[in-house]
């Protein structure tokens, strides 16, 4: 009875643990995601360093209609004001199993892109 008691309160404990998990780990593909546009968006800056936000938007890892593997869909969306190749900015969210999360890379066209993952 003791060990039943055991393996009640241990699963108590880690079944949530895992399940929380999982959501972040399917969260870490907005980073892909995002990474992937703002790279593309640095690339564009070295040959155009007046595009706007509008003009990196559109391409294409910017602007293709993602869904996680698990079905999310993903939104993007470029980081508001200064010139857009000064301050590369590309936020992707989804909400999985109830929860949003949001993948934000941020950058300049001559240095590297840097990315995070909230909640």
């Known amino acids: 009875m003791i060990v039943i008691a055991i393996i009640g309160i241990l699963a108590a404990i880690a079944l949530p643990q895992y399940n929380s998990y999982r959501k972040r780990a399917k969260a870490k593909n907005l980073i892909d995601i995002a990474r992937a546009c703002a790279m593309e968006q640095a ?15 559109g391409l294409q890892s910017c602007s293709t209609s993602y869904n996680l ?46 990315c995070s993952l909230t909640p």
Do not use: F, H, R, W
């Open 43 to 57: 690339s564009y800056c070295q040959g155009d360093s007046s595009a706007d936000n509008a003009t990196l938007m």
């Open 69 to 114: 593997p698990s079905g999310e869909a993903v939104t993007l969306k470029a980081k508001t004001g200064g010139t857009a190749c000064n301050g590369l900015g590309v936020n992707a969210t989804a909400t999985i199993s109830g929860t949003t999360y949001s993948a934000y890379c941020s950058g300049t066209y001559n240095e590297s892109v840097t």
